[in-house]
């Protein structure tokens, strides 16, 4: 039930280190002893990237959401001419 792994033993011993965190959650690598990565199991991976991301109603409900959109004025934009067939 090891949750810290220096990096070395990370290396040398994967397959027991994807194996403890697939059991036990996440674990965390540490290099010089300095905590630097943790390996997550990927149900806990997908619920914190998704949890982070804003939905559509959230962004178009913010406020800087208008500000944010340029449009041209009506009637600038270059339009092609059709060519005869």
Do not use: Y
């Amino acid at each position: 039930m090891n949750t810290r792994w220096p990096i070395q033993d990370a290396k040398a011993r994967f397959s027991e280190l994807l194996k403890e965190c697939m059991n036990q959650g996440p674990q965390v690598i540490t290099k010089h002893g300095a905590e630097t990565a943790v390996l997550v199991p990927i149900d806990q991976w997908l619920a914190i990237t998704q949890s982070n991301q804003p939905s559509l109603k959230d962004l178009l409900l913010k406020q800087s959401a208008s500000t944010d959109l340029r449009l041209p004025k009506r009637g600038s934009a270059n339009h092609r001419k059709p060519t005869a067939i």
